[in-house]
């Protein structure tokens, strides 16, 4: 499975910004799709992950109310819409998937225990 994030740029606090991750190759059936964000000077941080076979969904308090994901399976993209952008949401933002895990979501995000990565996208929140 090969990911690659788009959709980054330069947002003013409060806008809005579309993360795409377009996935390609095999995937299979029970597949998490992720999104990690890198700070400057910062630990590499999970966001939000999306089962690809049920739509279950987990994301970190921190973007709780904010950020949004969806998918649009006939073009194999997952999106991370994310609004009301603070400048602490400035990172570079990666996708990557995993199969499925039985101890669930939570730890896959936390923890980073995703197989393929693909390359990130820079976005900066500032004024």
């Known amino acids: 499975v090969q990911l690659q994030a788009s959709g980054g740029g330069l947002v003013q606090p409060g806008g809005s910004l579309r993360l795409s991750c377009a996935v390609s190759?095999?995937?299979?059936?029970?597949?998490?799709i992720g999104w990690f964000r890198q700070a400057p000077g910062k630990k590499r941080e999970g966001v939000f992950c999306?089962?690809?076979?049920?739509?279950?969904?987990y994301l970190v308090d921190s973007v709780r109310g904010r950020f949004t994901i969806s998918r649009d399976s006939a073009k194999n993209t997952v999106y991370l819409q994310m609004n009301n952008l603070k400048p602490e949401d400035t990172a570079v933002y990666y996708c990557?998937?995993?199969?499925?895990?039985?101890?669930?979501?939570?730890?896959?995000?936390?923890?980073?225990?995703?197989?393929?990565w693909g390359q990130g996208t820079q976005f900066t929140v500032s004024s």
């Open positions: 990557a998937g995993t199969p499925y895990r039985d101890f669930g979501l939570e730890p896959l995000v936390t923890y980073g225990l995703f197989t393929s």
């Open positions: 999306i089962n690809l076979v049920d739509d279950t969904i």
């Open positions: 190759g095999f995937i299979p059936d029970d597949y998490v």
